[in-house]
T-cell receptor, first 113, second 114 residues
Framework: DAEITQSPRHKITETGRQVTLACHQT?????MFWYRQDLGHGLRLIHY???????NKGEVSDGYSVSRSNTEDLPLTLESAASSQTSVYFC????????????FGQGTRLTVV | GENVEQHPSTLSVQEGDSAVIKCTYS??????FPWYKQELGKRPQLIID?????GEKKDQRIAVTLNKTAKHFSLHITETQPEDSAVYFC?????????????FGAGTRLAVHP
């Protein structure tokens, strides 16, 4: 079955290290998104992409970057991890078109110590 | 950019009662308003959505209403059951970005007590 998967599910890293979270979908969706979830803030958009070689900044993009070299993957990189980036990260994807359902991955719990 | 506010942050009801969650949005051009349910430790999943050309939509015990003039929309759950206990998120799809990205509210934690 087609799906969207994130890896790793859990990660602990040290302040200042570079970290990459993987997101892979097999639906051939053009749209892919990264959100972070923190208590009291809901889901905040970090970066998003509408197709290969397209990337855009979201609401809370500082300290994060993404690249889209193929349709299936949108890795999220924390360039220099900070304690404020401790969070649960969700990747999502949706079909091209106005107002379409976003399907979420299982989430990655990242702890920066 | 789009801003979505959601109230209340927590809601506690008795089984069988109704629950209402309200959201307001800032971008008058937003045209798609989904609601997601997230159970503890799980991923958010779509439960119902509404588009700007519709005022109300119903699916069994859940319904969503949209008031474009006032820029607010609401989720109504009737005959609540313990399995309705979860965090609910509203979202809006703003014009900026081609109506594809979703901006979420902060969430409402609903507890249904037997």
């Amino acid at each position: 079955d087609a799906e969207i998967t994130q890896s790793p599910r859990h990660k602990i890293t040290e302040t200042g290290r570079q970290v990459t979270l993987a997101c892979h979908q097999t639906w051939n969706h053009n749209n892919m998104f990264w959100y972070r979830q923190d208590l009291g803030h809901g889901l905040r958009l970090i970066h998003y992409s509408y197709g290969v070689q397209d990337t855009n900044k979201g609401e809370v993009s500082d300290g994060y970057s993404v690249s889209r070299s193929n349709t299936e993957d949108l890795p999220l990189t924390l360039e220099s991890a900070a304690s404020s980036q401790t969070s649960v990260y969700f990747c999502a994807s949706s079909v091209e078109g106005s107002g379409t359902e976003a399907f979420f991955g299982q989430g990655t719990r990242l702890t920066v110590v | 950019g789009e801003n979505v506010e959601q109230h209340p942050s927590t809601l506690s009801v008795q089984e069988g009662d109704s629950a209402v969650i309200k959201c307001t949005y800032s971008d008058s051009a937003s045209n798609y308003f989904p609601w997601y349910k997230q159970e503890l430790g799980k991923r958010p999943q779509l439960i119902i959505d509404i588009r700007s050309n519709v005022g109300e939509k119903k699916d069994q015990r859940i319904a969503v209403t949209l008031n474009k003039t006032a820029k607010h929309f609401s989720l109504h759950i009737t005959e609540t059951q313990p399995e309705d206990s979860a965090v609910y998120f509203c979202a809006a799809s703003p014009r900026g970005g081609g109506y594809n990205k979703l901006i979420f509210g902060a969430g409402t934690r609903l507890a249904v007590h037997p």
